[in-house]
């Protein structure tokens, strides 16, 4: 593996980069990278989704008011969203890392940052890691995200499903309906 990572926009298919990790964090930090993007550490051999790399923080889902979980993303794109007027000082956040849940009001980030100012500086206080935290810290952290991923992993798996019999449904009666297989 090396330090060069590329980014697929999800939105427009444009691949970014080579870049490095620390400039991919950025990004994530100024809510440049969405939970649909994907990143490639292998030349572009491989992609995964922005949010399973843990290095970029992106360890929270948003409770929008129409009740629609918004995220894995980072607390940049939150203080997006709230200095846009998207949420309030009231929403629900899950952070996925921690397993907790909690009003935006309550975090740590939203007491010591102006929610209209984003940048690096002011984005990852209280989210990164602090640096005298123990291996067995990291590894319980690590193996809650795990957890956690492989539970959306099982949601989304039926959803998938769901929509497999939606369509075979819908193919039967359109099939009824014509006397054709649709297109």
């Not at 990004?27 to 572009?44: C, F, M, N, T, Y």
């Not at 909690?102 to 940052?113: C, E, I, M």
């Not at 499903?161 to 297109?183: C, D, I, N, V």
């Amino acid at each position: 593996m090396t330090n060069e990572w590329h980014l697929l926009k999800a939105a427009d298919r444009v691949v970014h980069g080579p870049v490095s990790l620390d400039q991919l964090r950025s990004w994530a930090a100024e809510a440049k990278i969405s939970p649909l993007d994907k990143v490639s550490q292998d030349g572009r051999q491989s992609w995964v989704r922005a949010p399973m790399i843990a290095e970029l923080q992106m360890d929270w889902l948003i409770e929008m008011p129409d009740s629609y979980l918004y995220g894995p993303t980072s607390v940049g794109t939150i203080q997006e969203f709230l200095a846009r007027g998207e949420i309030d000082e009231h929403v629900m956040l899950i952070n996925c890392a921690e397993s907790t849940t909690g009003r935006l009001a309550d975090q740590p980030f939203y007491q010591v940052s102006p929610h209209q100012v984003r940048s690096a500086e002011t984005v990852f206080y209280g989210t990164a890691m602090p640096e005298n935290s123990h291996v067995s810290d990291t590894i319980t952290m690590l193996k809650q995200r795990i957890h956690w991923l492989e539970k959306q992993v099982m949601e989304l798996q039926r959803d998938l499903g769901t929509s497999h019999e939606y369509a075979a449904q819908l193919r039967s009666q359109f099939t009824e309906a014509t006397g054709r297989e649709p297109m």
